[in-house]
């Protein structure tokens, strides 16, 4: 959280960030982090929730700086409610993410950040268009298609059994 505090620090006052999950300790780590670089009424903690894809309906970006990740559930989910993702290249972020298309890959530093978001935040024909193809890509891992292929697979393994 502490480069997408530190981008918030030099963007338009208009961009805000809400931050769902963690635990007390964290969230009162990073409500200083905003606090100290003069942020703190940009952000919203909202703690742990059960109705992230309402809040992520209503966003215009999800930002995910990780070092590190594995099959990233909330790039998914993110996309899926129509909202484009700007992420490192962690995990399957590089499998997901077609950059300037659905979302983007940055760096994990301040200045890759805002870069992106500016390029969104100045262009609203890019953030619909990234909002579609969001959706487009979540589309092909829903629960349908992935039961799908996993059919394909068994099917086949049973066709090579045969002969």
């Known amino acids: ?8 620090a030099v963007l338009p006052e208009q961009v805000t960030l809400t931050i ?3 635990d007390t300790y964290d969230i009162k780590k990073y409500q200083n982090l905003a606090a100290k670089l003069g942020v ?5 903690f909202l703690g742990r929730r059960q109705d992230v894809p309402e809040l992520l309906v209503r966003s ?12 990233s559930l909330a790039l998914i989910e ?3 409610t ?8 962690v995990g399957s972020a590089l499998e997901l993410i077609e950059d300037g298309v659905n979302g983007f890959i940055v760096s994990r530093d301040r200045d890759s ?3 992106k978001i500016r390029l969104v935040i100045d262009d609203p ?19 349908e298609n992935i039961a799908r292929k996993y059919l394909d697979i068994s099917n086949d393994i049973l066709k090579k059994r045969e002969k």
């Open 1 to 8: 959280l502490r480069f997408i505090l530190d981008a918030l």
């Open 20 to 22: 769902v999950g963690g």
């Open 40 to 44: 703190s009424a940009r952000v919203t």
């Open 60 to 71: 215009d970006l999800f930002v995910m700086p990780s070092s590190t990740e594995g099959w």
């Open 78 to 80: 993110a996309m899926a």
């Open 82 to 89: 129509g909202t484009p993702v700007i992420s490192t290249a």
């Open 113 to 115: 950040i805002v870069e």
């Open 125 to 143: 024909d890019l953030l619909a268009s990234m909002r579609a193809s969001s959706i487009r890509t979540a589309s092909q891992y829903s629960w």
